[in-house]
């Protein structure tokens, strides 16, 4: 099945600073590549998503880029506010819409 | 118009109860998802359901199980209840038929069911 692994676990930015987060799948079948915002206490939200037929997507202050080939795509926050706070999951598709999450980025953006 | 519902929000069983977590998907949405996220870790895909027909199932044991009504509601059954059951169970509803259409779009997730397991 599919495996999904994003790094880093961690990563702490200061305020307007830009922030990266990683992901790698296993499965070339895999065509959708939503990324999720959960704040602590609270549901997954989808924040941008990407599919295979798309190289790069960009929302304001977030883009997603895709590597099929490399089977890796990333999330890309500029000009980070306190807000963006939160931790922040990956996730690849299978058959139909099941989705493989990787472990998530807990970003925290310092004042 | 409301988001998925789930219920309860919180509760709290003992080992070898049984727990029945229930889910409204959005009106209109056909597919439901469940989803369990233990404290620190990603959502694990446990359950897919559309048009009232399994269409997916994680690697969970036979405890979970899982069925979908005329109104698309949602129910999640867990027997037998382990420590390691302890988690926030996700529902999820999408427009999307799956089975491995392309064209599911995006999961919109309700706030869980918090099931704590002393």
């Known amino acids: 099945g599919e495996n999904v692994e994003q790094h880093p676990s961690t990563l702490s930015v200061q305020e307007g600073d830009s922030a990266v987060i990683k992901c790698t799948y296993s499965?070339?079948?895999?065509?959708?590549f939503p990324w999720y915002k959960q704040e602590l206490g609270k549901r997954p939200q989808l924040i941008i998503d990407?599919?295979?037929?798309?190289g790069e997507k960009k929302d304001q202050r977030i883009a997603v880029t895709l590597n099929k080939t490399a089977k890796h795509f990333s999330l890309h926050i500029t000009e980070t506010q306190p807000e963006d706070s939160a931790v922040y999951f990956c996730?690849?598709?299978?058959?139909?819409?099941?989705?493989?999450f990787g472990g998530g980025t807990r970003l925290m953006v310092k004042p | 118009d409301a988001g998925v519902t789930q219920s309860p929000t919180h509760l709290i069983k003992t080992r070898g109860q049984q727990v029945t977590l229930r889910c409204s998907p959005i009106?209109?949405?056909?597919?439901v998802s469940w989803y369990q996220q233990v404290l620190g870790q990603g959502p694990q895909f446990i359950f897919q359901?559309?048009?009232?027909?399994?269409?997916g199932r994680g690697n969970f044991p036979d405890r979970f199980s899982a069925r979908q009504f005329p109104n698309y509601s949602s129910e999640l059954n867990v027997n037998a209840l382990l420590l390691g059951d302890s988690a926030l169970y996700l529902c999820?509803?999408?427009?999307?038929?799956?089975?491995?259409?392309?064209?599911?779009?995006?999961?919109?997730f309700g706030e869980g069911s918090r099931l704590t397991v002393l």
């Open positions: 999820a509803s999408s427009r999307g038929q799956g089975g491995g259409s392309f064209d599911t779009g995006e999961l919109f």
């Open positions: 499965d070339s079948a895999s065509n959708y």
């Open positions: 990407i599919r295979s037929n798309v």
């Open positions: 996730a690849a598709n299978n058959a139909g819409n099941m989705l493989t």
């Open positions: 009106s209109g949405h056909k597919s």
């Open positions: 359901y559309y048009e009232k027909e399994e269409r």
